[in-house]
């Protein structure tokens, strides 16, 4: 039975791979507003945007704000106009992580109850210094697992993990292997600071909203197993993923709104936009699209995921 039900989905993620409508599809596109938009958000945005549409589904915006830290003022508010000017086009109100505390503290309480969360009251240094470095900055070695080492005020609480391998299944690299023990260790749900974590973040809200399909950079390729570990402890069904090329600098690095990477003109939207869909490997639009409307008009039954680079 099992067997036929993955047969059954594995069918129709190929027949939306190749642009044929998939029922109930729903993707999204989760900025930071960590600064302006800029080629490497709009080539996600446009991504996830386009194999939403390409597959008759909807496509929704969250606000990823839970890190008030990282937050730009008025950076929310200016995404919201730019994406809008490229004639992006969501369903549904944005949700805004700044707004969604309780529902990430009830995932924490389930995974408390289970035993799976302790605190942590090492600093980063003393983590920096304790730890090997893995795939994702440096492991921690789960000094505090036993009980806090001091009686420090502030603590994080991190997930106890296994020691085995977490998987996650992407469209176009397959399966995407970690060992949580050796590669991860025990990760942070909550920080020191009181604010929720990304991981946690991430995973209920991408639960609660519906999300069948994470189209978004590859940067968040090695974050996508913690996820999936997350969603089988707290019950949610694990979404398709598919990571986009990243799009570099001239230096070779990641583009990066907190480093005011260029942003894109909300005043000319048609370049980036062609700029950004050649870049994901898109078959060339005629040469009479004059405006963004245009362009979508085109390129929404367009989109074929086969083409992307890796
Ligand atoms: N908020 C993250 C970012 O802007 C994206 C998170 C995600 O798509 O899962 O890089």
Do not use: N
């Not at 067997?3 to 594995?10: C, E, G, L, P």
């Not at 998939?22 to 507003?33: E, T």
């Not at 707004?99 to 389930?110: G, N």
Request: glycine share 8%.
């Amino acid at each position: 039975m099992v067997t036929r039900v993955d047969s059954h989905i594995v069918a129709a993620q190929l027949v939306a791979a190749e642009g044929v409508a998939a029922p109930g599809y729903r993707g999204r596109f989760a900025p930071s507003p960590t600064g302006a938009l800029h080629f490497g958000s709009l080539a996600a945005a446009l991504g996830s945007y386009a194999d939403a549409r390409a597959a008759g589904g909807e496509w929704l915006l969250r606000m990823e704000d839970v890190d008030r830290q990282r937050e730009r003022r008025g950076a929310a508010d200016a995404i919201l106009r730019t994406l809008e000017a490229f004639g992006f086009q969501w369903d549904g109100e944005v949700l805004y992580q700044s707004q969604r505390d309780p529902a990430y503290a009830a995932a924490l309480e389930a995974l408390q109850r289970a035993d799976l969360v302790y605190p942590c009251c090492c600093t980063r240094k003393e983590v920096q210094a304790m730890g090997r470095s893995g795939p994702e900055g440096v492991v921690y070695p789960g000094t505090c697992r036993v009980g806090p080492r001091f009686a420090r005020a502030r603590y994080a609480l991190r997930l106890r993990v296994p020691q085995r391998e977490a998987v996650a299944q992407d469209l176009r690299r397959g399966a995407v292997r970690q060992h949580l023990g050796r590669e991860v260790g025990d990760f942070v749900l909550r920080r020191v600071d009181g604010l929720f974590a990304y991981q946690l973040a991430v995973v209920v809200d991408d639960a609660e909203q519906g999300v069948t399909h994470v189209v978004r950079g590859a940067d968040l390729l090695l974050s996508t197993p913690r996820q999936v570990y997350l969603q089988q402890l707290l019950g949610y069904a694990s979404p398709w993923y598919l990571h986009l090329p990243l799009a570099l600098d001239a230096a070779g690095r990641k583009l990066s709104k907190q480093d005011a990477a260029a942003p894109v003109d909300p005043a000319r939207p048609l370049p980036a936009l062609l700029q950004a869909w050649r870049f994901l490997g898109q078959a060339p639009p005629p040469t009479e699209i004059g405006d963004a409307a245009g362009f979508w008009a085109w390129a929404e039954a367009r989109w074929e995921r086969r083409r992307l680079p890796m």
